[in-house]
């Protein structure tokens, strides 16, 4: 299973996890296997900047990535459209860090 966390500043598990999920610096890739991190990659969120759209390039790109899941803040209502549509979960989460987004999502899953 792949995560793509929308963070602030450079990224990685210890970053907090932004506002805004079109607007977030980077995007924090987590791969899941089993109940356990395996591998975490850091891209910049190329459309953060963007006057218009920056949600739909988000999520985009996010798709690209071959997610299953994306963790932010807040969603614009496109980017939320584009994500329902590829069935691609949404977890709303903000002011964590990205490994505590992970762990509270894989704790979900579980039913705990």
Known sequence: MK???A???EGGLDAIVATDFGRGETFTL???E???IAAVRVVENEGRRMAQGAGIAAAEQALEEG???VAGGHFGPH???IFREEGIDLVYIPKVTAREAVE???AHLKGV
Do not use: C, M, N, P
Request: charged share 35%; hydrophobic share 50%; glycine share 10%.
């Open 3 to 5: 995560i793509a966390v």
């Open 34 to 36: 089993g109940e356990a």
């Open 67 to 69: 997610v299953d899941a």
């Open 7 to 9: 963070t602030d500043g």
């Open 79 to 81: 980017a939320e459209e």
């Open 30 to 32: 987590v791969e899941v």
């Open 104 to 106: 509270r999502y894989l």
